[in-house]
């Protein structure tokens, strides 16, 4: 069975799709990070069982860090704020919530016989 969590993308090629861990291996509300090829990817799991995937680099720092962030909401949209300077950033879009100018970049996440798997080029 594959259950696509984030964007709908059929016409991509199940080989282009990566995967990560097992999806009952991620905790609600915390994050993990994985290597994909080069890109160091920050994966989370919310409490309603949605997982995203954003860059584990923080824009601001520049460290490998986003993984290690805080995992929350603002105002219903899913979060995580960086563990070194708490900028927060949605996780759906990578926008920063706190200086509009800055986002991270966000992976499609999919669910696949239980197996986690990002698109990440």
């Known amino acids: 069975m594959t259950t696509t969590i984030h ?3 059929e ?3 199940s080989a282009d799709w ?4 097992a999806y009952a291996d991620l905790t609600p509300e915390r994050g993990c990070a994985a290597l ?4 160091q990817i920050a994966l989370f799991r919310t409490f309603d069982g949605s997982v995203f995937a954003i860059s584990n680099q923080d824009p601001f720092t520049g460290a490998y860090v986003l993984s290690r962030g805080i995992v929350g909401t603002r105002n219903d949209v899913p979060t995580v ?3 070194l300077h708490k900028q927060v950033f949605n996780l759906a879009t990578g926008a920063c919530l706190d200086d509009a100018g800055v986002a991270v ?3 499609p996440v999919r669910l696949s016989d239980g197996v986690v798997q990002v698109l990440a080029a």
């Open 7 to 9: 964007a709908p993308l």
């Open 11 to 13: 016409a991509i090629r």
């Open 18 to 21: 990566q995967p990560i861990c």
């Open 36 to 39: 994909v090829g080069s890109l």
């Open 81 to 83: 704020a960086s563990p």
């Open 105 to 107: 970049t966000t992976y």
